[in-house]
């Protein structure tokens, strides 16, 4: 149930749509010869502009981040736990902005959007889209909200990996870059579990060589397999030991019925309800993008060189149970900024949940972030 | 190539097919009629038949343990690592017996099998199977071939848990009971990454229900996905990132062209081999029979009761870098056998390779085995 009185809700919002009729030349050097994004406000922007947050969304998120569209939601924004009056991302100090990603399913243009060029939907054949690209668009986004620099970038995940990407591509614009369950580049395990889920989409017959739309089909199967592999990766073990177990859902085997263990029946309930509402190409998409995330690259690797640049100060955060981007991982980020001699705090959180613990209330997880962000209001007076 | 003149090879060897005319009922209360089961030997039985050392394989194994078939044959059997003379488990002084497990696909009973019942083959109707019956069928070879007792059982991965489950349900046919790799049951995260696998097939078109012999189809897209969850779960990620870190198989993004890590290239390459190969109907029956296995059930969960009356001793050995069957799960092992208070001797080793390492090279796992099996056979004189 909505609980629209609540003090800490944003309470109901509404996506607006910002229009880009101009060409966007993406980093695989593919246009778009126009592009719309979509995105959400909670709070209100100071006079100067100075107190915006933008937030960005992890593999299959959206900008509905926080509050409700409707009093009869059953579910608020993927973080609402964190954005609101007096929490963590506080929105009666902080104007905060959430977009979906250009390539997204939810509104921004995406592979379901038609192609002015062919007059079908773009499908397989959009453009890949980089962390890069998305930083290039949101800043796009902030030029039409008057925003100039953004007192925070923040994210977890993937998310994430944009606020580090927006902290060394455009250096004026960002004054804190909040890094929370990332990593500077995926590994070898990483991307192998992406092509796992996107195989599993691609061998779906329904995909059409991802010209389903056009069939009339939806590859439900495959896209539910992905999102199982997904959901494996974001829990812990133990978390899952805690909440499920080896719990029957039903059968017996010593009387020849089948067995079904609880674990099982909730993760085809996650990947079935997720093939409801997720678009497949934008799956694909966001994964590549995971994939080729690594923004050493361009400096031969360098980490603490592609950081050189960077004025933006860091608060780098990781979860104890993480097994999908570990605290390890986020010690290479904090590490490389130390080398690079730039201002950086982190804390790894004891949490059960896994990679999904960012998204979880938590204590010390919020504690450390609003604290961090009410330093980042206080010294703006 | 094959080096028939190694030292230290059984080299070519000839699986032989025992025969079972009787009825076998099953734990799930279904009765085969009759049933073959296909085995090797390695090294030559004793006069009192105290020898003998059987072999129980791992999800994807079957009999060919060890040696070669022919000559021109590319690859030795799957642990040909550990069998032979004077390798760990020693053909000059144990006869070893490896056989393929009792709805395999590699010439024993299976659901490739005709069922006489029907004419055809069973295919996803050949009975639920449990470790405890692989057990039951495996002690009806022992029987065969005169013997009454093991001096010792073996296994890695689901291979330990025949080896354990053989130390509880036959205490008088046992000696040493040697678990790698294990563990006492599966966690929740283990039966999720399994149902993962059985869904990929499962949603395979070419599966329809079990009856692709009957279609002349294989779910191919779905085993290669299946295999490419597991081996994933079986490789480190430490392991995967030495082996094939983020290097680039084909394509640059920059130039537009799809990108392809040798991470995939890798994946795809086992995926595609292994659904060459092996049966998707067995696949399923295996991975079921991992799921099922908890031999403290029938004890009201305490594995200590359930090993009440063990008489064999043990050895139990884990890998540092396995993930899937980690060395705290080999440690429930050996703090039951303890508080039960049998004879065990336990080892973590250090290893890269994930839950892979039963299956490798490594020279303290080496040390461990051999020695220990070594002791086993001076013991005899």
Redesign the interface.
Known sequence: MVRLTDADSVGLVEPRVAHFDQPFTL????TLPRFDLTYETYGELNADKSNAVLVCHALSGDHHAAGYHAPEDAKPGWWDVCIGPGKPIDTSKFCVIALNNLGGCNGSTGPRTIDPDTGEPYGANF??V?VKDWVKSQAMLADTLGIDRFAGVVGGSLGGMQALQWAIDLPDRIEHALVIAGAA?????N???N??AR??IQ???EFHDGRYYQADAVPR?GL??AR??GH?TY???DS??V????ELKSGD????Q??Q????SY??YQ?TSFSERFDANTYLLMT?AL??F?PALEFDGDLVRALRDVTAKFLVLSFSSD?RFPPARSDEIVDALIEARKDVVSATIEAPNGHDSFLLPNARYFDVLGGYLDAVARSRG
């Open positions: 980093q695989c050097r593919e453009p890949t980089t580049k995926l590994s070898a395990q991307i192998a579990f092509e796992i195989q599993a061998s779906d017959p199967r539910m397999l199982m592999v494996v829990l812990s073990d899952m030991g909440r499920f177990g080896r085997i010593e009387s020849g089948d067995v263990f609880q674990v099982e993760l085809h990947g590549r994939d080729y690594d097994w």
